[in-house]
Every structure is written in C-alpha cells, then in structure tokens.
C-alpha cells in the first residue's frame, strides 16, 4: 500500500532556517527509518496522523550541529552529497542520483524515483519551486513520497503539494542550477 501521508519536518523560524530544507530533509528521512542519532524528545502531535514528532528546529538544529549543515558555497543550501552523507552517518545507506551533462541520462533518474516511490521509500528531491508556482530561482529539497493519478506528491512543499508528474519533471529538472543538480535524488 502507498505512503499516504508522510510527516515531514519543515524549515519554519524565517530568522534561523532561511535555507535549511536539506537538513529538514534530513530529519523527515531519518526518522521515517525510526533514527533517533541525537537522542531528540518527540514532544509534538501530529493531527493527521495521531502521532510524535520532533520539534522542527530542534531537529534542524541538531543535523546542523551534528556537522551537516548547509555546504554550498555562501551557505546558498545543501547539496545531495551531504544529504548522502548525513543520513550514512545515521546508518542509513544512502546514494545520490542526478542526470547527467545537459540532462542526458534524465529518465534513468525518473525510473529510478518511480520505483522508489512504488516501494515506500521517499526520496529527498531537488525542486525549483519557481516552476511549481513559487518564486523564480528558489530551489528546495522536498521529499517524494507518492505518485499517484498522474501526480507526485511532494512532503515539505507547501506551494504545490501535488503537482502534475509534468509539473514536477519540469521543477525537478532544475535547469538553472549547474551539473550535479538536475533532476537530483537523494535515495536510500
């Protein structure tokens, strides 16, 4: 049976988390595996589903201070390698996907993002909220957790929770950012 809702932490304090999404990434995969590497108390309900989460900046702190915080240059986000490396420190074998050299090889990662969708396994994706109705030349690690009736349903990405699987290829593809960051996955 498909994920049908998937809890995702969320960079929410505007002052503090102004480009941490990868490492509230970080804290929904984590914890959807059941990894509690910082010892976190789940002190918040979830009125979808019943159940405790991590406060949100609690837990984005702690990836943070846990050494993975942001690593693009001017701390301008966080690439799919540390992402990877974060959750291997979690124990969590994790791998990242892009296409390739003018986005040769683009299809093999939307294969690859369907599969692990069909299987139950989310997957932190690279989206340029600018195509999914959001500002231009955003982009933000939602997490994949679903496709379904022709849409991919996006955790963490309030904007456009469901695009169209066109919609979604379209922001995936990311074509404003160099190589290494198109049509970006970060799987486990």
């Known amino acids: ?24 990434a970080v804290a929904t995969i984590a914890d959807y595996w059941g990894k509690n590497p910082y010892n976190l108390a789940r002190a918040e309900r979830d009125g979808r589903n019943g159940l405790w989460y991590w406060d949100d900046g609690e837990a984005i702190d702690a990836v943070k201070d846990g050494g993975f915080g942001p690593d693009v240059v001017f701390g301008w986000g966080t690439t799919g390698g540390r992402i990877r490396d974060a959750l291997r420190a979690y124990r969590l074998w994790a791998e990242v996907g892009h296409s390739g050299a003018f986005f040769w090889g683009w299809e093999d990662q939307w294969r690859k993002l369907r599969s692990y969708l069909a299987n139950n396994r989310p997957v932190p994706v690279l989206v340029d909220m600018g195509r999914l109705g959001g500002s231009a030349f955003v982009h933000h690690w939602a997490i994949a957790y679903r496709i379904a009736d022709g849409r991919v349903y996006l955790g963490n990405c309030s904007r456009n929770p469901a695009p169209t699987e066109s919609q979604f290829l379209s922001a995936w593809q990311s074509p404003a950012l160099p190589y290494g960051f198109n049509h970006c996955g970060v799987y486990f």
Do not use: E, F, K
């Not at 002052?15 to 941490?20: A, E, G, I, S, V």
């Open 1 to 24: 049976m498909a994920i049908g809702y998937l809890h995702c932490y969320v960079n929410s304090r505007p002052d503090l988390d102004w480009n941490t999404c990868g490492q509230a």
